[in-house]
């Protein structure tokens, strides 16, 4: 059973920053596509930020270019998502995704076409 592993959420006021950590299984990890999405309550899970671990050319959408910052660490075999200038609506649960789509990395396919998903992590701005 493939898992990814998000930490790192929390409770911030807006203008501070958050760090989300996403670990993966080496074989997922390695030459694939990870990307992070949030999902606000009754709302579609929509795409953030994605990046190839090996090509390392990230995207981000236009409601965190800017703000949002994707970084690795091979040997840990864990991204990041730098989170600064948080603001009210970045208020979401994040989960971070890889396999299946490494044809269209970095840019990001709908939800339904990763293969595999993290449990998420809360991020609350006030």
């Known amino acids: 059973h493939v898992q990814l592993v998000e930490s790192g959420g929390g409770s911030v006021q807006a203008g501070e920053s958050l760090t989300l950590s996403c670990t993966a299984p080496?074989?997922?990890?390695?030459?694939?596509?990870i990307g992070w999405f949030h999902q606000a309550p009754g709302k579609e899970r929509e795409p953030i930020a994605a990046?190839?671990?090996?090509?390392?050319?990230?995207y981000y959408a236009d409601s965190v270019k800017g703000r949002f910052t994707m970084s690795q660490d091979n040997a840990k075999n864990t991204v990041y998502l730098h989170m600064d200038s948080l603001k009210p609506e970045d208020t979401a649960m994040y989960y971070c995704?890889?396999?299946?789509?490494?044809?269209?990395?970095?840019?990001?396919?709908?939800?339904?076409?990763?293969?595999?998903w993290g449990q998420g992590t809360q991020v609350t701005v006030s």
């Open positions: 990046m190839h671990t090996t090509l390392q050319v990230p």
């Open positions: 995704a890889s396999g299946g789509v490494n044809q269209w990395c970095p840019q990001m396919p709908e939800p339904h076409q990763w293969q595999f």
């Open positions: 080496r074989d997922i990890y390695k030459g694939n596509c």
